[in-house]
């Protein structure tokens, strides 16, 4: 849909521009062919019917009706001068005939012409050696689709006295990418040569290879093994080259039962026995230079290491065939985009190896075509908004060639070399690789080779470093005098696969001595190699059998196959010193063995570090902050015990009895105590061991908690107690004035104990021990290989933070309740608890400083001084205010006042009658007031009753006045009359009324002015003629 409207836009703008510019571009709609018809791509049947002329490089495909195939060009493209491809060869749909009339068993068939068999097409039979044709030699195909005579046969001549020849299909990439069928091919051909020349291997069989040129393309090598597998003779092994093509031709070839025997493909994907389950090769994996790097880290013991890879060609062991589940001639293209993506399998088995060794990848890093961002990734990166360092020391480096002088000049300039710094690589870059003038790097020839000084490099062997004679009873060095007598003198730099040619040398070798030990078994099974075909299994499994225990000397080194096919050899390891690269080991894969010169050399005194050396240091609270707030702290006791000593020793003192002198004396102790956990507070490891850690932890929890429920519940106590008695009805507010102090102690008590379970229950279950919290390693200012890691202990649990959020929960609402009835009881006065104000005012301060402080030292928890400050002069700030507004206006009255043994001495002799006689008084004049003011409300609703009839009687008499002066005009107007003070009078049994300017007596405005200074209260003094009332 996308892309139909993408050609519509293109053809809609095409026909603009040709309507606007009056010239013709593109090309015309052209005829199918007959019995076929055109794929226009992109296009609806509408926009085909509207559309003349089809832009350029618009395609078009020919299709065919019914099962008729397309000879000739398939797909036409429009070029620029108007005409389409391929207009000289025409396309035909015709009929095809049975395609297997085109393979011939023990034979050979030539179609001509050459393509797919269809109408016209004749085929010409011819047996192999040994082997007698019954039957036409030719057949053609009719117009029907059928071929116009039976297909022959190729019977085996009883007569035969020659060798039986086995046919290697092979693929040798003499060009492309990578073409290393250049010398491959040539050491192939000495391998046969000595292999049919020998009388001890295969002496009844000739080995044949019939090889083509694949170009290292999938594309190419899929028609070719078309052309291998349905065409005569049968192949009783295939040979490729070159992973990507290697990759198709293992995964087919399980469908035709054949051996696949590589000489040149190192890509990991490859060992993958589910995938590929008759695949060998005599090239390594390129994963066989991981266990040669994870040896070189253990020995130099390093645990950490760097990766950095391009993101580009071979190496993955993802299949889109598999995965699609596509069939072959759609699964080449996409093989290709497959061996496309990265080193990543190389990397995947690197991972794997070391953190089985217990060796760490701390940075991964990859591109596709510029390392710059890459590299400096590897020194430093952005991570939450904050720039951290990376620290890559060890660094393994998995690209090619060309993006290896990218990334060295980024290196380079990003200063990532040096004596701390070694840097792995592959071995097969040419030894003057950065040396190379290269355009697409800004880096002198001198840079670079500062900067790639040290290195290491792993090379697989692939020529036996040892003389000793194989198999083929040649020397490496002599198998290489006649490879080069064989090339003809050709430069092996310039020479294609001249690395890889003794694998291929051994590739024929392994096969040979593989097929000649299968001859006995296949005997006795009553067998043969020839009986071979590609639905034979059993040969196919003693073939395989064969291969998986191959184990000979070769030109190559010892050539043996690990359980997935693949070729076990030693690694070369090189340094580069001075310029130059210089042997500094070998490793022997197959028994473990690392063979060590010795000579290995270090720009420091010895192998670098895996990483910068992190010192651990703890953080401790500042000393001067902790001796400063603990002697506000220590003060803040003694003040408590002033004020404690104090509210003890003037107990029976009446001022000091009504303020419940025993809840401030423990309002004194949880003071005393919450200043208390100060100390603790400040006690980190720098003053105990972290064994004796969780102790202090308990201390602070109990004191601050304990101190908290002792100092606020009986001040809460308090404040609770005025709410209840001076905010209910009156009925109940009587029978509650009677203060029972065992309530209020119970109260605190109450609190307390709620206090006391909760901590109990919060440590048995989950008890306090300490946590290390790490902070952002830090760099000193000396020596730049080393970081400072800060660690700070702390006082936790498992689920801390439930906790915490019970018991904040708990005291927040109490804290709340509090305010709320300090606020309702601010405006009381009663002589039972005569400084709830006082109470209230210390309520406040500690509700908010606690509310503040809560939640702003779990916010700096992480700054241990911040944290410590602000807690601990909270804890001061409250427990001082709650002392000075309780204690010192006590201490003022008492002495200003001077009611100290007086007052204590009356109060001891009268006992207690004194206060109860007072609180009877109290009580009964309530009870008069509120008489009086009933009695005043019934007088003032009779004035009101008074003045309305008064206002009434003096309308009346102004309405009769004007009758009378209509009738006697003459007569003098009367003075308007006075106001008659007897008229003002009160009825009867009222007393009479006061002047206007007198006012209600205070008596009764408010009740509380009843009790008199001198404390003698009579009843005469509320005589009803103090009752003043009001007339106008």
């Known amino acids: 849909m996308a892309l139909s409207v993408i050609l519509s836009l293109l053809l809609g703008s095409f026909s603009l521009a040709v309507a606007s510019r009056n010239t013709t571009a593109g090309c015309a709609i052209i005829r199918p062919p007959r019995d076929g018809g055109i794929r226009y791509r992109g296009l609806t049947q509408e926009q085909i019917r509207s559309v003349q002329v089809l832009p350029v490089d618009y395609e078009i495909e020919y299709i065919c009706r019914g099962n008729r195939v397309i000879v000739g060009p398939k797909v036409r493209k429009c070029l620029p001068d108007g005409t389409w491809t391929d207009l000289n060869q025409r396309s035909k749909c015709l009929l095809p005939c049975a395609r297997v009339w085109t393979s011939l068993e023990n034979g050979r068939v030539t179609v001509h012409p050459p393509g797919p068999a269809v109408e016209g097409t004749i085929l010409h039979y011819s047996c192999l050696e040994g082997f007698i044709l019954v039957g036409r030699n030719s057949t053609h195909c009719t117009k029907l689709g059928k071929w116009d005579s039976p297909k022959p046969v190729c019977h085996f001549d009883r007569h035969y006295t020659g060798k039986k020849k086995l046919y290697i299909g092979a693929l040798f990439p003499m060009s492309g990418g990578w073409p290393g069928g250049q010398a491959c091919l040539p050491a192939a051909q000495m391998a046969l040569d000595l292999v049919n020349k020998r009388t001890d291997i295969l002496p009844d069989y000739e080995l044949e290879l019939i090889y083509y040129d694949s170009m290292c393309d999938p594309g190419e090598a899929t028609k070719l093994l078309y052309d291998l597998l349905y065409t005569e003779p049968i192949k009783i092994v295939l040979m490729p080259g070159c992973s990507s093509v290697s990759t198709l031709v293992a995964e087919a070839a399980r469908m035709w039962n054949l051996i696949v025997l590589s000489y040149g493909s190192s890509s990991p994907a490859l060992s993958n026995r589910q995938r590929f389950p008759t695949f060998f090769r005599t090239h390594p994996s390129a994963t066989l230079h991981n266990p040669t790097r994870v040896q070189l880290f253990q020995k130099w013991k390093w645990t950490k290491i760097a990766t950095i890879q391009q993101t580009t060609e071979v190496f993955t062991s993802m299949s889109p065939c598999s995965l699609l589940s596509l069939p072959l001639f759609l699964c080449s293209p996409l093989i290709s985009f497959s061996l496309s993506l990265s080193f990543s399998q190389t990397l995947d088995d690197l991972e794997q190896r070391v953190k089985e060794a217990g060796i760490e990848i701390s940075v991964r890093q990859s591109f596709l075509t510029d390392p710059a961002v890459a590299v400096k990734n590897l020194k430093r990166r952005w991570e939450r908004k904050f720039l951290q360092r990376q620290d890559a020391r060890i660094i393994v480096g998995l690209f090619y060639e060309t993006e290896a002088r990218k990334v060295f000049c980024e290196v380079y300039k990003e200063k990532l070399y040096g004596k701390k710094y070694v840097w792995f690589l592959i071995g097969w870059y040419a030894d003057n690789w950065f040396k190379i003038k290269d355009p697409s790097i800004n880096c002198t020839v001198e840079q670079m080779t500062e900067a790639v000084e040290g290195h290491v490099t792993t090379e697989i062997v692939m020529l036996n470093p040892e003389t000793v004679r194989g198999a083929s009873n040649l020397t490496s060095q002599e198998f290489l005098a006649q490879l080069m007598s064989k090339l003809g003198g050709k430069n092996p730099e310039e020479t294609g696969g001249f690395q890889e040619a003794p694998l291929a040398y051994d590739a024929i070798w392994a096969l040979a001595l593989a097929l000649n030990k299968t001859v006995g078994p296949l005997k006795a099974k009553g067998r043969r190699l020839e009986d071979f075909n590609y639905n034979n299994k059993d040969i196919t499994a003693e073939i395989y059998r064969a291969l998986n225990t191959s184990s000979f000397e070769g030109v190559s080194g010892h050539v043996v196959f690990d359980a997935q096919g693949s070729r076990m050899a030693w690694t070369l390891i090189e340094q580069l010193q001075g310029g130059s690269y210089k042997k500094i080991g070998y490793y022997d894969m197959t028994k473990g063995n690392l063979s060590w010169y010795g000579n290995d050399r270090w720009i420091g005194s010895g192998p670098p570090a895996d990483q910068t050396v992190v010192i651990q240091k703890f953080r401790y609270l500042s000393q001067k902050l902790f001796v400063s707030v603990s002697v506000f702290a220590g003060l803040g006791i003694l003040m408590g015990i002033i004020c404690l000593t104090f509210n003890i020793y003037n107990s029976n003192v009446r001022y000091i009895q009504n303020s419940q002198p025993y809840l401030n004396n423990m309002t004194a102790v949880g003071c005393m105590m919450a200043l208390a956990a100060v100390f603790p507070l400040g006690i980190d490891g720098l003053h105990v061991r972290n064994s004796q850690f969780p102790v202090v932890c308990q201390f602070r929890l109990w004191l601050l908690g304990l101190g908290f429920s002792l100092a606020y519940g009986s001040m809460f106590t308090k404040i609770w107690w005025v709410h209840t008695v001076f905010t209910k009805k009156d009925e109940k507010k009587d029978k509650r004035k009677h203060l029972e102090p065992w309530k209020l102690y119970a109260t605190v008590g109450v609190l307390l104990v709620i206090d006391i379970l909760s901590l109990m229950i919060w440590q048995i279950v989950d008890p306090l021990h300490i946590t290390v919290e790490k902070f952002t390693k830090e760099a000193p200012k000396g020596d ?249």
């Open 784 to 1032: 730049v290989d080393q970081l400072i890691e800060p660690l700070l202990q702390h006082c936790s649990s498992e689920k801390m933070n439930t906790w915490l959020g019970v018991v904040y929960g708990y005291k927040g609402l109490l804290l709340l309740l509090g305010i709320f009835l300090a606020y309702e009881t601010k405006s009381v006065s009663t002589e039972k608890i005569n400084d709830h104000r006082a109470v209230g005012m210390a309520i406040y301060n500690v509700s908010v400083l606690c509310m503040i402080t809560a939640p702003v030292t779990m916010i700096l928890s992480s700054k241990q001084d911040a944290s410590f400050a602000f807690a601990s002069l909270a804890i001061i700030f409250s427990v001082y205010i709650t002392l000075v507004v309780l204690f010192v206006p006590k201490m003022r009255r008492l002495i200003t006042r001077g009611e100290w043994q007086s007052d204590q001495q009356e109060t001891m002799k009268t006992g207690s009658s004194t206060n109860n006689n007072d609180e009877e008084k109290s009580r009964q004049l309530e009870r008069e007031n509120k008489e009086l003011q009933k009695i005043i409300q019934e007088k003032e609703e009779r004035v009101s009753e008074l003045r309305n009839q008064l206002s009434e009687r003096q309308a009346l008499r102004s309405r009769k006045r004007p009758t009378s002066s209509n009738q006697n005009h003459s007569s003098p107007s009367l003075p308007t009359p006075q106001n008659d003070p007897k008229s003002l009078l009160p009825p009867p049994g009222y007393p009479l009324p006061a002047s206007d300017n007198h006012s209600l007596p205070p008596t009764f405005s408010n009740s509380s002015t009843l009790y008199q200074p001198d404390g003698k209260i009579n009843r005469n003094n509320c005589h009803a003629g103090r009752l003043q009332l009001l007339y106008k």
